[in-house]
């Protein structure tokens, strides 16, 4: 039970893992920033990881993603430590395979929590963990010709 001056929109929601997907088609800011919506949250923190024209001073002409079959799983036990770790009202991750472009929306992350600063540093935790723990492996093709792979 809540103490006396606590009110419930403070702490984390009952379950507030509410969009976790690993996707082959192009990804929705406002199908992510729409499922964190919670009238008790005072922060959404918003990541949208897109493919960029280089890496390491080399053009990138295109990059794929791949994943491990557990992929989708272990953003949900990553979505739900994070959620257990700051009072989350809400939580969304979507993450694209498949072949990309330039420019094109890689991932998209999302929290709700009941101030700014909170929904700043579980945004932060969920991109940074995802992306250091998750079997997801990216495929870059360079403009020179040359590629590597990249992942977790």
């Not at 507030?16 to 005072?42: H, N, Q, W």
């Not at 993603?65 to 799983?73: D, G, K, Q, V």
Request: glycine fraction near 10%; include cysteine.
């Amino acid at each position: 039970m809540a103490a006396m001056n606590e009110h419930p929109g403070e702490r984390a929601a009952q379950d507030p893992v509410k969009l976790i997907a690993i996707r082959d088609t192009p990804l929705s800011v406002d199908e992510v920033f729409g499922a964190v919506g919670d009238p008790s949250a005072g922060g959404t923190a918003l990541f949208v990881g897109t493919v960029r024209d280089h890496d390491g001073g080399t053009g990138v002409d295109r990059l794929g993603y791949s994943c491990h079959p557990s992929a989708e799983a272990e953003m949900r036990r990553i979505a739900e430590k994070v959620a257990a770790e700051y009072p989350v009202r809400a939580l969304a991750a979507v993450h694209r395979v498949g072949d990309l472009r330039v420019g094109d929306l890689a991932v998209v992350v999302a929290v709700s929590c009941p101030h700014r600063g909170e929904a700043f540093d579980a945004c932060r935790k969920l991109i940074d963990d995802l992306k250091h723990e998750v079997p997801i492996w990216k495929h870059q093709t360079f403009a020179d010709g040359t590629d590597e792979w990249v992942g977790a």
